[in-house]
């Protein structure tokens, strides 16, 4: 278990978007893009083969309803969901979900989205405003949806701080 989970209750709305047993999801601490949110296992794993049929199974399900409440609240007219593991300190399995809003420069959509990570701490997004957007994202993943499927109550967004 790695430290934000032993200390997972205490944690504030932008690093408690959503949860279940097998997922959690959290803005971007590092972005200057509100919504920029990252789907993570609760377990340390760095390769996608290692997730359980568990896990995977509500994989796809989470990556639909962040996207849905990401449209709802941000007004983006899609998501880009990425997943490499690959940088210094971040090699394990974690999925960027990431609001394509519709006035995006052209020379940031596609992978080049990336330039709006890891930007000067003084360009980033502040905490109040992640925790104030967790807090919409939330109400969003709470209503349920006519073609949400199998599991979809399973999907459990943080209470409001």
Known sequence: MCWSE?????????ERVG???HWRVVH????????????????H?????ELTDAEAASLGTWQVRLSR???????????????YAEKEGFAHVHFH???????????HRGPRVFAYLDTDPDDRIPA???????????SHLNQPTPSAGPGASSLTPAPPH
């Open 6 to 14: 032993e200390r997972f209750e205490t944690l504030p709305a932008r």
């Open 19 to 21: 949860f279940d047993e």
């Open 28 to 43: 971007a601490f590092n972005s200057r893009l509100l919504g920029w949110l990252v789907l993570a296992p609760r377990r």
């Open 45 to 49: 794993i760095t390769s996608i083969a």
């Open 69 to 83: 409440a990401l449209a709802a609240v941000t007004g983006c007219v899609k998501t880009y969901v990425i997943q």
């Open 97 to 107: 979900v990431v609001p394509r809003l519709p006035d995006i420069p052209l020379d």
């Open 128 to 138: 109040a405003q992640m925790d104030a957007l967790a807090v919409e994202l939330q």
